[in-house]
């Protein structure tokens, strides 16, 4: 026969993952939970930039090891608890991406492949530190704003890309002869031009022009007056603006979690109400147990026969 399965299975698994959810819940929204575990990653931190030293890795190298070995255990838990944390609401943990990030962090550090090559173990534990972002809302929130604003930069180098090109083509066929360390090809051309466009060395450049023609002056000073201040001030309005997307996006993310929050409650209240019928129906069977002849009084319940009984 084939096998048929309980559906009732499902219903009693429900209330432990929400009991097992609850409890992490309640730890890892702890403050002490977040102090400890932004602690570790600062001396995560530290221990990554101790061990530039060699001669304190020589005298220190079995305890910093252990230090290392503490920190990934640290790590190992928190990221247990987060997933413990969603056990009732698994695609929560998955949608969230710091929580992916965190999970691939820990995760690649056991990886035999990783754990051999130092130089890819000591990248790993440097992305360690933006875990940071976490617990820092501000820094998670420019974070957030530096991703948003990406098409936007690439936009900006695509038009910062064309004008230096043209000024480069333009600087090689005025300057290219008379000099040629700075223009003598396109690649010199659009590397002075870029070291140009952080206004140093302005003033040299714009003397050595003067003395080929007068009509560099208006070279230089159309081309400052496009890449130092128009270009700068178009990628800082698309950053600030992105920065304000990302500031709405963490405010309703916030709310979300806030109705969320509540929306649990429904579901304690029913599995509280649940057990009280239970032990009232364990009761009442208890009595009819108890007095066999109260159903017969044509009560409902039988308990209006154990009233008369004592009166």
Do not use: K
């Amino acid at each position: 026969m084939p096998e048929q399965h309980d559906p009732t299975t499902g219903d009693r698994s429900r209330p432990a993952r929400q009991r097992l959810a609850r409890r992490c819940r309640d730890t890892t929204e702890a403050r002490w939970f977040a102090l400890t575990v932004f602690a570790v990653i600062l001396l995560n931190a530290a221990l990554l930039g101790l061990e530039t030293y060699p001669g304190l890795v020589e005298d220190w190298h079995r305890w910093l090891r252990t230090a290392e070995h503490g920190c990934l255990a640290v790590f190992t838990v928190e990221i247990l608890l987060r997933v413990g944390a969603h056990a009732d609401r698994p695609r929560d943990f998955v949608r969230d991406p710091w929580n992916l990030f965190d999970l691939a962090v820990v995760l690649c550090a056991f990886l035999p492949v990783v754990r051999e090559n130092t130089t890819v173990l000591r990248l790993l534990r440097l992305a360690r530190v933006l875990r940071t972002a976490r617990f820092l809302p501000q820094l998670r929130i420019v974070l957030t704003a530096v991703a948003r604003s990406l098409p936007g930069t690439l936009s900006f180098l695509l038009v910062g890309a064309l004008l230096l090109y043209v000024y480069a083509m333009v600087g090689w066929v005025f300057f290219g002869r008379h000099d040629p360390e700075h223009y003598g090809s396109i690649g010199r051309a659009v590397l002075t031009l870029f070291l140009l466009m952080t206004l140093d060395g302005i003033g040299d450049a714009v003397h050595a022009g003067l003395e080929v023609s007068r009509w560099s002056l208006a070279y230089y000073a159309s081309y400052v007056l496009i890449a130092s201040f128009v270009l700068v001030n178009v990628l800082i309005g698309v950053v600030i603006t992105s920065l304000d997307e990302a500031r709405q996006m963490e405010r309703q993310e916030q709310e979300q979690e806030a109705v969320r929050e509540p929306s649990r409650e429904p579901d304690d209240r029913r599995l509280l109400l649940t057990r009280i019928g239970a032990a009232r129906q364990a009761l009442d069977d208890l009595e009819r147990g108890l007095l066999p002849g109260a159903a017969a009084d044509g009560s409902p319940d039988g308990t209006a026969a154990p009233v008369r009984s004592r009166t």
